[in-house]
């Protein structure tokens, strides 16, 4: 089963259940943003892919996108002088792009199948727990060496997204992740890649912070 998603590339990851800001003010996109509120796009959503040649801004930039992407759920739309918004969003479903439309419509809008994870097998969910416990110790000393602080951590059924989504990971590993379609090795993954980036801190005694994945700073389309 396909449905159709209108898309939105940009230079980032969105992870399922993290928030994403994004800064509109390409005319493209300001009409995807009218369309969104207006209710002319009633489920209020679009799909983010990650740009995997080329850039954000000006047409034909992005000259090679990834195919699997997550849904971007409009929380909220902010109105700005000339017609810029914005936007608070947040990630739901991942999905992969099946085919990519650049005519009906200003901005792109692309067929897509929205993708699940496999079940895990009944051996390894005795073995969930454990890895869970051992990402957090990985994300903990992460974000001790990275900011000296000790986090609080919920353990619930997105735990690998949400490590992720608080540490300054390329989007190469972010991509990783999204595309990972098993939590139990999405937990291996972040356990791995929080370790690698503790003890690339310890060694530079410096975070080596991707300008891309600031999250602190808004997205610009």
Not at 22 to 42: A, I, M, N, S, W
Not at 96 to 113: F, H, I, K, N, Q
Not at 168 to 194: A, F, G, I, N, Y
Request: net charge negative; glycine share 6%; with cysteine.
């Amino acid at each position: 089963m396909t449905t159709t998603l209108p898309l939105f590339p940009l230079g980032t990851v969105l992870l399922p259940g993290t928030s994403l800001p994004l800064h509109v003010f390409e005319p493209r996109y300001r009409q995807l943003t009218v369309d969104l509120v207006t209710g002319k796009l009633p489920e209020r959503n679009f799909g983010v892919l990650a740009i995997r040649q080329g850039w954000e801004v000006g047409p034909g930039n992005a000259t090679a996108l990834h195919d699997v992407g997550c849904e971007a759920l409009l929380n909220d739309a902010k109105p700005l002088p000339d017609g810029r918004f914005d936007l608070a969003t947040t990630g739901g479903r991942r999905f992969r792009l099946v085919e990519l439309d650049t005519e009906s419509a200003p901005y792109l809008v692309g067929r897509v199948e929205w993708l699940e994870d496999t079940p895990t097998p009944a051996e390894l969910t005795e073995l969930t727990p454990l890895l869970e416990e051992g990402a957090v110790a990985a994300f903990r000393r992460y974000r001790a060496a990275a900011f000296e602080d000790n986090p609080t951590v919920a353990v619930n059924e997105a735990l690998s997204y949400a490590l992720a989504n608080d540490c300054l990971l390329t989007p190469d590993d972010r991509q990783h992740l999204l595309e990972e379609r098993s939590e139990v090795r999405r937990l291996r993954m972040v356990r791995k890649m929080m370790h690698r980036e503790a003890g690339i801190i310890a060694a530079l005694h410096a975070v080596p912070a991707p300008i891309a994945e600031l999250g602190h700073l808004p997205h610009r389309n």
